[in-house]
């Protein structure tokens, strides 16, 4: 039934601001873990278990979460890169979780990834016009639109023409992935998955292309599929925000909410982890230093995964899983028995 | 001894190292000092020579490539860089330990976590026996919070988590007490909650040795939350130092003020970040005069930043500015917040 056409027809569609782009429906991605002589499988990775989202066109969704949550193969498995165990992938109301590499073709066009590693996401034996215009190329549109495109395209994220012939080696970090914003650029997408996209970058760096992004998003309507561990890059970029932990979304909500009444203790204890600019911050903040580590995602602990770090863990919490569903009726649920508005005080002024 | 004595000081220091491009200028004529039981954070980007500055302390670059190029580096009486590798190795983990940003390549791989520790305590002190050392070992490992110490003890590096590895590098570099600990972005490697942890028991192994510490990072978050006194360099050089409340709130130099701008914040959300245009400067044909001056918004078209290396100016007190117009930074904290309509002057004491 899904035919060519039908995913040509997906990528041709152009949505207005506010349609869905992406919905993610109970997604798990897991791994099979294999040992022996006969590589018999002996457990799972639970990578993702069960995650819900959806992404409107113009907007971003940050995702945030620490190593280990499965943050990354969420946009490696809506990228199908990797294929999802269960659940479904719909972009632009078109179920694309069983499509094949040829029926996916199109649906790329519209959707992007740019990676964490500027250094090794671009061929170094390859020019930069050729990276750049590599995606007209596999696509067919070299021919009509070839070199004037990548000099625009080269404009458009703040490099200069001459920079087409010379190769990523020459280029700083910060460059490199201004290079990587522009392929992904290059097919006129309406959704970019940033995978950990400014977290090689110094700080400096870091503010020019947060800054980029956030131009680039207003003058083509983009939606980001945003997906960092840095808090406050994740809070500056996006208008919701999910936290994850374990394979599974804790909380999430409008990125204000979020920050400012976070309900689950894992959100609680992640934002007050981060140390903040502000020597006047020291000793006012009240931090949750968490216990332990996180567990192994292969062997998760049964009912609420946080519990075995958590300070407010009971008997409940490890006979059943707590569901993600809005609390307090304020449109921004998290996944916790025993959530509490809790006003983060994560600014000195706050703390005062 | 009198109080204001500085522990440890670097004075004028200077490291290059050769490559095929050219003589690369890792740091150039550093100085600072470390009071007792005071922590000094560096804080620079990559290639600004923070992690340099302080391995050549100990004498840890390599040589060849690397070179001293000139500079002394006080320490009880004693110029470290004149040591012979001999006597600095006798004064490494007993009266300057450090700790690294990679516990995994710190560590020996094939010996356990106990041993390690109690090593570090019995080669700089021939009296320890066995029992004695491994009881010290697993009071250091409790101290650091590794849970059950005497299992861990007789554990594996592979077998810790990134975070507990960390903890174990730091029950070894205190496990002699040493005045000085120095710590190379101890947590850049890890989570955030893990980090917390890290660092409270950074904290408290400081507060049980009695140390000053010597806190090299990228985060100003961390330097905001640990450091008394800070240090940034830039290019290879410090650009500026002084009290951490005041180099935070009334910064005088313009990278410094850049670079805390450009920050995102967790406790607001602003349009758009002011960023310091351009790039890090090369180290190999460094910008003349002030290595800032192509990116410096205070430059104005003027000649004196292109001619001359600013010296450190005294601002106030202990605060000391490289720039040739520290005059004008409130104009220019002015200037900067009119345009992104954030108030960034935020201390006026």
Request: glycine share 8%; aromatic share 4%.
């Amino acid at each position: 039934m899904n035919g060519v056409g039908t995913a040509e027809a997906v990528a041709n569609a152009r949505l207005q601001r506010g349609d869905e782009i992406l919905r993610v429906e109970d997604l798990k991605t897991h791994f099979p873990i294999r040992s022996g002589l006969l590589r018999r499988q002996v457990g799972t990775v639970q990578a993702v278990d069960g995650v819900s989202f959806s992404l409107a066109a113009g907007e971003t969704l940050g995702l945030v979460g620490e190593s280990g949550c499965g943050k990354s193969t969420i946009a490696r498995t809506v990228m199908r890169l990797t294929d999802p165990t269960d659940g479904r992938i719909i972009f632009k109301g078109e179920d694309i979780t069983g499509y094949s590499r040829a029926e996916m073709r199109p649906v790329r066009q519209q959707m992007q990834i740019i990676f964490q590693d500027p250094y090794s996401s671009l061929n170094p034996r390859m020019s930069v016009e050729d990276i750049v215009g590599e995606p007209l190329r596999v696509h067919g549109m070299w021919r009509e639109q070839g070199h004037a495109r990548v000099a625009e395209l080269l404009d458009i994220v703040g490099l200069s023409p001459e920079h087409g012939k010379r190769y990523p080696h020459e280029f700083s970090g910060g460059q490199r992935q201004r290079i990587g914003v522009a392929r992904a650029l290059a097919l006129n997408p309406q959704l970019i998955i940033l995978d950990e996209p400014v977290s090689a970058l110094d700080v400096s760096i870091q503010a020019q292309i947060v800054n980029l992004l956030k131009r680039l998003q207003d003058e083509f309507d983009l939606a980001y599929l945003f997906i960092a561990h840095d808090l406050s890059v994740v809070r500056h970029i996006s208008d919701r925000v999910a936290v994850m932990y374990l394979g599974k979304i804790a909380e999430t909500g409008d990125h204000h909410d979020t920050y400012e009444s976070p309900t689950h203790p894992y959100t609680q204890a992640l934002l007050s982890a981060v140390p903040l600019p502000d020597p006047d911050a020291r000793g006012l903040r009240q931090r949750i230093v968490l216990e332990g580590d996180v567990p192994s995602p292969s062997n998760p602990p049964s009912g609420c995964r946080f519990r075995t770090r958590c300070w407010k863990a009971e008997d409940l919490c490890a006979r059943e899983e707590p569901e993600l569903i809005d609390r307090f009726g304020h449109g921004h649920p998290s996944a916790c028995h025993f959530a509490e508005e809790q006003p983060q005080s994560i600014g000195a002024d706050g703390a005062r | 001894m009198s109080v204001t004595e500085p522990l440890l000081e670097v004075d004028g220091l200077s490291v290059e190292f050769d490559t095929p491009e050219g003589v690369v200028k890792a740091v150039r004529d550093v100085s600072w000092n470390l009071m007792p039981g005071e922590t000094l954070g560096i804080v620079g980007e990559s290639g600004s020579g923070k992690s340099v500055s302080v391995m050549s302390l100990m004498k840890l670059i390599p040589t060849p490539p690397g070179r001293i190029a000139a500079g002394e580096v006080r320490f009880r009486d004693r110029d470290l860089l004149k040591l012979s590798r001999f006597q600095l190795r006798r004064l490494r983990g007993k009266d300057i330990s450090m700790v690294f940003q990679d516990p995994m390549s710190s560590l020996n791989p094939v010996q356990t976590v106990g041993r390690q520790i109690a090593e570090a305590m019995s080669v700089h002190d021939a009296k320890l026996n066995d029992r004695d050392a491994r009881k010290r070992a697993i009071e250091l490992l409790e101290v650091v919070g590794v849970p059950q110490p005497d299992v861990r003890f007789k554990q594996y590096p592979h077998q810790f988590s990134g975070g507990m590895r960390q903890r174990a590098m730091i029950a070894m570099a205190i496990a002699n007490q040493p005045p000085v600990l120095i710590a190379d972005e101890p947590t850049t490697a890890l989570d955030v909650t893990i980090q917390a942890q890290v660092m409270e028991v950074l904290k408290d192994a400081q507060k049980e040795a009695g140390a000053a510490m010597v806190l090299i990072t990228h985060d100003l978050g961390l330097i905001a939350e640990m450091a008394d006194r800070v240090v940034v360099m830039y290019g290879g050089r410090v650009v500026e130092v002084g009290d951490v409340r005041t180099v935070f709130h009334q910064p005088r130099h313009p990278y410094t003020f850049g670079l805390m701008a450009s920050l995102p914040r967790l406790d607001t959300q602003t349009e758009s970040l002011p960023t310091i245009p351009g790039q890090p400067p090369s180290l190999i044909t460094p910008p003349s005069g002030c290595a800032f001056h192509p990116r410096c918004r205070l430059k104005r078209d003027r000649a004196d930043c292109e001619e001359h290396v600013p010296p450190l100016h005294k601002v106030s007190g202990e605060h000391f500015s490289a720039c040739h117009h520290i005059d004008e930074m409130e104009q220019l904290i002015a200037e900067v917040s009119a345009e992104v309509g954030t108030d960034l002057t935020r201390g006026d004491t």
